[in-house]
């Protein structure tokens, strides 16, 4: 156990809709990252908040946003699904910011999105 | 061209052998490299980190850099059937903490 939750574990929805997938980092932890993980794209960082502030952007879409809350839990908002946009979604904590290499990233069991 | 390549297998191996798992790539600013294990279903797991060139041993896990050719190897010794799973290198951009993936090799150990 990482000790990093994330919910749900599952999400089945319709195209169109709006998800909210959430996650606490580790106690103690003030970096969260979201990742997507497909079967085609591999597992493709998403987006990086340090205690509350965006800090790093990857090839996260328009329609996806995040946010970190006070007490560094995180939601991932993904809007007008698409059927592309099943795939696992993790995220993933650190103690630090993240220069490079020093700060270990521990990751969460993953919410499994399927839109239908 | 992706950053970072991976043979995808599976990988079969009877149990007690040598796992030899390898990726490239391509971007000279990768200065850390990472192996992360991942069982299905669920989120992955940091194994080991090297930096720079070199090898590291943690218990029965050898990983090797080679900065000149671009070549990250991961070795498993005495490869047991709960080593099964997706092994992924991995490597940080130099810029911030973002980790880019390589597609991941699944390994099979047969008893």
Known sequence: DSGVTQTPKHLITAT???VTLRCSPRSGDLSVYWYQQSLDQGLQF??????GEERAKGNILERFSAQQFPDLHSELN????ELGDSALYFC????????AGTDTQYFGPGTRLTVL | QKEVEQ??????????AIVS???????????YFMWYRQYSRKGPELLMYT???GNKEDGRFTAQVDKSSKYISLFIRDSQP????TYLCASPKAAGNKLTFGGGTRVLVKP
């Open chain 2, 82 to 85: 709960s080593d099964s799973a």
């Open chain 2, 7 to 16: 043979d995808p297998g599976p990988l079969s191996v009877p149990e007690g």
């Open chain 2, 21 to 31: 798992l390898n990726c490239t790539y391509s971007n000279s600013a990768f200065q």
């Open chain 2, 51 to 53: 930096y720079s060139s």
């Open chain 1, 46 to 51: 998403l987006i990086q908040y340090y205690n």
């Open chain 1, 78 to 81: 993904l809007s007008s699904l």
């Open chain 1, 92 to 99: 993933a904590s650190s103690v630090a910011a993240g220069v």
């Open chain 1, 16 to 18: 169109g809709q709006r």
